[in-house]
């Protein structure tokens, strides 16, 4: 971690003794231009800058020993805050390796369970639907389900009436508005829910299957579930086989 110092450099004189007028004008100027600005340096130009500070001072007007104490002191508290910053950075990044295992661990243990988690993507094989459910905020008065295939296109629309708050079982019976059986595939589902004032119900959609497969990027661990990913976080419930 690069950690800067700030340092007052107006007690530098610009000329020694014996420096010609023009090194003496060319220093100034120097002077004048770091000075009206915020210098940050790192801790190496920090101590070069405090010898140099110490091997140009004037002999007959010294710099005062308490600042320069207290330069030194400024010094050493700022090391110390770089190492005990070092130490941070190095058990945060332990913290989050330990945590990553701990998640893909989690995930393993999950591959071949019939999990139920957050989502609206399921599968149609053989022609049997995969299980969906809905999850209700309070009471709704009215509680529509659409389904519609990979391309978006609307399948079938399904009223379930008026349900109570918590869990909502979804049940297709695999066939559309008219009455056909529908391909083989990926399909995708939304619920609609209202109370008795006609007021929005709050809806989660979950959908179960299989884990068929974990995998983990820098940031999370992702289960595949009906040839989709969703988080670990996602999961709300597994089935003990």
């Given at each position: 971690m690069a950690t800067t110092y700030s340092v007052?450099?107006?007690s530098i004189p610009t000329t020694t003794s014996g420096t010609t007028s023009s090194s003496s004008s060319s220093s100034s100027s120097s002077s004048s231009s770091l000075a009206s600005s915020s210098?940050?340096?790192?801790?190496?130009?920090?101590?070069k800058l405090l010898t140099t500070q110490l091997q140009y001072q004037d002999?007959?007007?010294?710099?005062?020993?308490?600042?320069?104490?207290?330069?030194?002191?400024?010094?050493?508290?700022?090391e110390q805050l770089i190492n005990v910053?070092?130490?941070?950075?190095?058990?945060?990044?332990?913290?989050?390796?330990?945590?990553?295992?701990?998640?893909?661990?989690?995930?393993?243990a999950l591959?071949?369970?019939n999990v139920t988690a957050q989502g609206n993507v399921f599968t149609v094989s053989s022609g049997t639907p995969g299980e969906m459910s809905c999850a209700l905020g309070s009471a709704a008065n009215k509680v529509t389900v659409k389904i519609y295939n990979s391309s978006g296109a609307l399948v079938r629309t399904m009223d379930l009436g008026s349900q109570g708050a918590g869990n909502c079982e979804i049940s297709w019976d695999g066939?559309?508005?008219?009455?056909?059986?529908?391909?083989?595939?990926?399909?995708?589902?939304?619920?609609?829910?209202?109370?008795?004032?006609?007021?929005?119900?709050?809806?989660?959609?979950?959908?179960?299957?299989?884990?068929?497969?974990?995998?983990?990027?820098?940031?999370?661990?992702?289960?595949?579930?009906?040839g989709r990913l969703t988080t670990l976080d996602?999961?709300?419930?597994?089935?003990?086989?």
């Open positions: 007052d450099i107006s210098i940050n340096m790192g801790k190496e130009d920090f101590l002999p007959l007007s010294p710099a005062d020993p308490k600042d320069f104490v207290a330069q030194l002191a400024q010094f050493s508290s700022l910053n070092s130490k941070l950075d190095d058990f945060n990044t332990t913290i989050a390796s330990l945590q990553g295992s701990q998640k893909i661990g989690q995930g393993v591959l071949g369970k066939k559309d508005s008219n009455g056909n059986q529908a391909a083989d595939g990926t399909y995708s589902f939304s619920v609609n829910a209202v109370d008795a004032k006609g007021n929005s119900v709050t809806t989660a959609t979950l959908v179960t299957g299989v884990v068929e497969e974990v995998l983990q990027d820098s940031d999370n661990v992702y289960l595949k579930i009906n996602n999961i709300v419930s597994v089935e003990e086989s």
